[in-house]
T-cell receptor
Framework: AQKITQTQPGMFVQEKEAVTLDCTYD???????LFWYKQPSSGEMIFLIY??????QNATEGRYSLNFQKARKSANLVISASQLGDSAMYFC??????????????FGTGTLLAVQP | DVKVTQSSRYLVKRTGEKVFLECVQD?????MFWYRQDPGLGLRLIYF???????EKGDIPEGYSVSREKKERFSLILESASTNQTSMYLC????????????????FGSGTRLTVV
């Protein structure tokens, strides 16, 4: 069963507008962490934001915020005031506490975001 | 400030060649991972290692092997490259141990785009 689902293969957004990238996850673990990574065309994966399952507040990092709805098992990334440099592939990932000492991340299939001027 | 280094950004090899992809990290991480990334499939785990000379298969190990002789270096080997191994290869490292705080994810290298002709 797929544990991380990103249903939007690609999205367009106008520059300066906000955009939401969807991510749903599946776990029976009570303790887990959720991550978003950005991958520009250069290929490097850049960590953006983290949300822990016990965090009461939604995580924010500058223009990035994570809309965490635990009951719905969703962890959507919101980018405010989009910039041309936000054009990239975005991956949602999860780490489960019960995943063991190797701390593997489980990744979604990604969403390709294109910001239009 | 480079922390995880992949030796080649682009590589073109011929079918049947033995191919080595090298990854070096200077973060003293115990865990190292090799993923391949293909459009629509996200990141798929090939192999990982949690200690020197230790290795475990991931989800798609067929056609690949790995070597970890030193803590900082993790090599991916394509014994006889085939065209279906044309892909983006990503190396990552992380801390080991179940007590590691959940917020610690991966540090990635910049990726190697391998083309097998």
């Amino acid at each position: 069963a797929q544990k991380i689902t990103q249903t939007q293969p690609g999205m367009f957004v106008q520059e300066k507008e906000a955009v939401t990238l969807d991510c749903t996850y599946d776990t029976s673990d009570q303790s887990y962490g959720l991550f978003w990574y950005k991958q520009p065309s250069s290929g490097e994966m850049i960590f953006l934001i983290y949300q822990g399952s016990y965090d009461e507040q939604n995580a924010t990092e500058g223009r990035y915020s994570l809309n965490f709805q635990k009951a719905r098992k969703s962890a959507n990334l919101v980018i405010s005031a989009s910039q041309l440099g936000d054009s990239a592939m975005y991956f949602c990932a999860m780490r489960e506490r019960r995943g063991g000492a190797t701390n593997k991340l489980i990744f979604g299939t990604g969403t390709l975001l294109a910001v239009q001027p | 400030d480079v922390k995880v280094t992949q030796s080649s950004r682009y590589l073109v090899k011929r079918t049947g060649e033995k191919v080595f992809l090298e990854c070096v990290q200077d973060m003293d991480h115990e865990n190292m991972f090799w993923y391949r990334q293909d459009p629509g499939l996200g990141l798929r785990l090939i192999y990982f290692s949690y200690d020197v000379k230790m290795k475990e298969k991931g989800d798609i190990p067929e056609g690949y092997s790995v070597s970890r002789e030193k803590k900082e270096r993790f090599s991916l080997i394509l014994e006889s490259a085939s065209t279906n191994q044309t892909s983006m290869y990503l190396c990552a490292s992380s801390l080991y141990g179940q007590e590691t705080p959940l917020r610690y994810g991966y540090t990635f290298g910049s990726g190697t785009r391998l083309t097998v002709v």
